[in-house]
């Protein structure tokens, strides 16, 4: 079974940074792809960021030049470094892939998602 563990959401002012994790378990054979959403209160889960097999990563309009996602193959962990903070990016992060394993073809997971305050 593969699963998805976060990690790395806190609160932290306007302007400041943070770093998320997503570590990807199990039996793996391959990870098409893995990034983030976000969900605000009130709004629906949007796409952050997401980096597929070997091409660039695609970012939202929103996040572009402020956030970066990042990849370590060995571990199977994607990290998504976020700069210049704003209220606006209060949320939580879900970890998302699309995963094939010994057990299923190409299947989407999701992390259990973690909080991201920003607040001064």
């Known amino acids: 079974q593969v699963q998805l563990v976060e990690s790395g959401g806190g609160l932290v002012q306007p302007g400041g940074s943070l770093r998320l994790s997503c570590a990807a378990s199990g039996s793996i054979v391959a990870i098409n792809a893995m990034g983030w959403y976000r969900q605000a209160p009130g709004k629906q889960r949007e796409l952050v960021a997401v980096s597929r097999g070997g091409g660039s990563p695609n970012y939202a309009d929103s996040v572009k030049g402020r956030f970066t996602i990042s990849r370590d193959n060995a571990k199977n962990t994607r990290y998504l470094q976020m700069n210049s903070l704003k209220p606006e990016d209060t949320a939580v992060y879900y970890c998302?892939?699309?995963?094939?394993?010994?057990?299923?073809?190409?299947?989407?997971?999701w992390g259990r998602g973690t909080q991201v305050t920003v607040s001064s």
């Open positions: 998302n892939a699309n995963i094939k394993s010994l057990a299923y073809s190409n299947r989407d997971y």
